[in-house]
């Protein structure tokens, strides 16, 4: 089965200051990866997505993440963080077509 | 217009009673998913109907049972609930099956006291 890790529960940092979230897959082939953000007592909103093609994909609100095959990572990047950023954020893969497998998501905190 | 809305928002409710959480989707997609976010935030698949029929049925209590009148709508119904079903659930859509990005619902929070 597929799954979807992300070693850091939560992070904090000042705005304004870089970001990077680690997102780690396991998968035969290339998967179809997915970063989608959760503001608090709201939905899932996609941030972007990987299918195939250039491993640098970008997305809304200045995100974008890279694709490594050989390190089974996808991981999201904003150069600077807003206060406004401050929320749960999951990675996904999708699961033979079938449905999303989430990572436990991580929360990001940030400093005035 | 809000593409993928469910209701109610937040229900709260005694054990061991029946309930209801309705969903639409208007973006014309054929294919409907019921998610489960637990206290821990940890998301995780419960059904997905494809054109009203059902291709995902994950480990779920047989208390909880899918109905989807339309292609556009999918519905969760369940019976004699616990206090573990107390959580988030999602309502998402995709245009069909296969690699497709998903539009999730605001969900809806469902407290069992």
């Known amino acids: 089965a597929q799954s979807v890790t992300q070693p850091d529960i939560h992070i904090t940092v000042s705005e304004g200051a870089s970001l990077e979230l680690r997102c780690n897959y396991s998968?035969?082939?290339?998967?179809?990866l997915f970063w989608y953000v959760q503001s608090p007592g709201q939905g899932l909103q996609l941030l972007l997505k990987?299918?195939?093609?250039?491993?640098l994909v970008q997305g809304i609100k200045g995100f974008e993440a890279e694709f490594k095959r050989s390190q089974s990572s996808f991981n999201l990047r904003k150069p600077s963080v807003h206060w406004s950023d401050a929320a749960e954020y999951f990675c996904a893969t999708d699961n033979y077509g079938q449905n999303f497998v989430f990572g436990p998501g991580t929360r990001l905190s940030v400093l005035p | 217009d809000t593409a993928v809305s469910q209701t109610p928002k937040y229900l709260v409710t005694q054990m061991g009673n029946d309930k209801s959480i309705k969903c639409e989707q208007n973006l014309g997609h054929d294919t409907m998913y019921w998610y489960k976010q637990d206290s821990k935030k940890f998301l995780k698949i419960m059904f997905s109907?494809?054109?009203?029929?059902?291709?995902i049925n994950e480990t779920v209590p047989n208390r909880f049972s899918p109905k989807s009148p339309d292609k556009a709508h999918l519905n969760l119904h369940i019976n004699s609930l616990e206090l573990g079903d107390s959580a988030v659930y999602f309502c998402a859509s995709s245009q069909d099956l296969g690699y497709n990005e998903q539009f999730f619902g605001p969900g809806t929070r469902l407290t069992v006291l």
């Open positions: 998968y035969g082939a290339t998967p179809y």
């Open positions: 109907y494809n054109n009203k029929e059902l291709i």
């Open positions: 990987y299918f195939s093609g250039d491993t």
